[in-house]
T-cell receptor
């Protein structure tokens, strides 16, 4: 059974700092990996998706990497801003084809201090 | 519609009652997913539809939970004889089923069983 771990559970940084959020998973046979953002009381917003054949994806100040063999992914946030404060969830897609269910970590709650 | 819509946004019910939660996916999306998120946890997969049929219902916790998607668009998650442990946010997601299979989430229904 796939298990996804995100440590630490919470992180507080000053504005402007570059930071890395970590995600690990137990089964390397994945279809894809997705990073989401969740604001309090809201649904999930997809930030980046990395296919199993890819190593990284970039969008603006965000960069996500994937190392399937070691079961790890990182989300790099450059020049953090108070508006980046949210919970960041990592989710692994099971290898059952194009439409796969996601297994989520518990998330990392990020607070960026002005 | 522009995004995934879930109704109601909040539902309060008494133990033992029956509830229905509705999900309107993004127009044209063939795949639809239900997840459940308890406080402080990541979402957990419940069931996935491809078109009208349930392709994977392995996440449904017991036979009190049932979901339908009769016309391949709107889906309803039904919970019989609700228990206090059913209290959670129920999230719905849809995807186009092609290419990257990015899942787009609704804002969720917060279910409280008293």
């Amino acid at each position: 059974k796939q298990e996804v771990t995100q440590i630490p559970a919470a992180l507080s940084v000053p504005e402007g700092e570059n930071l890395v959020l970590n995600c690990s998973f137990t089964d390397s046979a994945i279809y894809n990996l997705q990073w989401f953002r969740q604001d309090p009381g809201k649904g999930l917003t997809s930030l980046l998706l990395i296919q199993s054949s890819q190593r990284e994806q970039t969008s603006g100040r965000l960069n996500a990497s994937l190392d399937k063999s070691s079961g790890r992914s990182t989300l790099y946030i450059a020049a953090s801003q108070p508006g980046d404060s949210a919970t960041y969830l990592c989710a692994v897609g099971s290898p059952t084809g194009a439409n796969s269910k996601l297994t989520f970590g518990k998330g990392i709650t990020l607070s960026v201090r002005p | 519609g522009a995004g995934v819509s879930q109704t109601p946004s909040n539902k309060v019910t008494e133990k033992g009652k029956y509830v229905e939660l509705r999900c309107d996916p993004i127009s044209g999306h063939t795949a639809l997913y239900w997840y459940r998120q308890s406080l402080g946890q990541g979402p957990e997969f419940l069931i996935y539809f491809q078109g009208t049929g349930a392709a994977d219902d392995s996440g449904l916790p017991n036979d009190r939970f049932f979901a339908v998607r009769p016309e391949g668009s709107v889906s309803t998650l039904k919970i019989q004889r609700t228990e206090r442990g059913d209290s959670a946010v129920y999230l719905c997601a849809s995807s186009s089923g092609v290419a990257k299979n990015i899942q787009y989430f609704g804002a969720g229904t917060r279910l409280s069983v008293l």
